[in-house]
């Protein structure tokens, strides 16, 4: 048994006073930091969907925990539309495009890579904060049509016919 326990607070010696304060302290920051960690849960990017064909995209960012208004970057060659029609490089954010409490937003982008599969990252900033998350948009272009390929034989084998008819014509007129 605490040997001092009969003694009011007033009644121990400062050593023993400085020794329950420092402990009631310690006890108290351990509650707020417990109770300030459980309560607080940080932003952060739930689910990225890319939608669309060969270039042409839709990227939406799924966040979840937002409080205030959050800029955007789709980090993958190319360009995204921001407002009305203006198109500007994805090295740029878009400004206060996610705001609370809407916990979603879908950003135009047309990827400037032939790559089948292109790889990237989108970042929400709010201040010093970046939270980002990775993204892989698999392009599926057709492949290059036979139409443009095959159009050099027959042009080909008709300018030699072509050249060759000539020839043939001024061969028998040379006389």
């Given at each position: 048994m605490y040997r001092y326990a009969h003694r009011s607070f007033m009644q121990h010696t400062h050593k023993e006073k400085m020794i329950h304060t420092k402990a009631l302290a310690l006890a108290a920051v351990l509650f707020l930091g417990v109770f300030i960690s459980v309560s607080a849960e940080s932003t952060e990017i739930t689910l990225v969907e890319a939608s669309g064909?060969?270039?042409?995209?839709?990227?939406?960012?799924?966040?979840?925990?937002?409080?205030?208004?959050?800029?955007?970057?789709?980090?993958v060659p190319g360009r995204i539309r921001e407002g009305a029609g203006q198109w500007k490089s994805t090295f740029f954010y878009i400004d206060n495009?996610?705001?609370?409490?809407?916990?979603?937003?879908?950003?135009?982008?047309?990827?400037?890579?032939?790559?089948?599969?292109?790889?990237?990252?989108?970042?929400?900033?709010?201040?010093?904060?970046?939270?980002?998350?990775?993204?892989?948009?698999?392009?599926?272009?057709?492949?290059?049509?036979?139409?443009?390929?095959g159009f050099w034989i027959p042009f080909a084998a008709f300018a030699?016919?072509?050249?060759f008819g000539w020839g043939l014509a001024w061969w028998w007129k040379r006389d």
């Open positions: 064909t060969c270039m042409d995209f839709t990227v939406t960012v799924h966040a979840a925990n937002l409080t205030g208004c959050w800029d955007i970057q789709v980090d495009v996610l705001c609370e409490p809407e916990s979603q937003v879908s950003a135009d982008i047309i990827i400037e890579s032939m790559e089948d599969v292109v790889e990237g990252t989108v970042k929400l900033r709010q201040g010093n904060t970046i939270i980002e998350s990775p993204v892989v948009i698999n392009q599926a272009c057709p492949e290059p049509s036979a139409g443009v390929e030699v016919v072509l050249i």
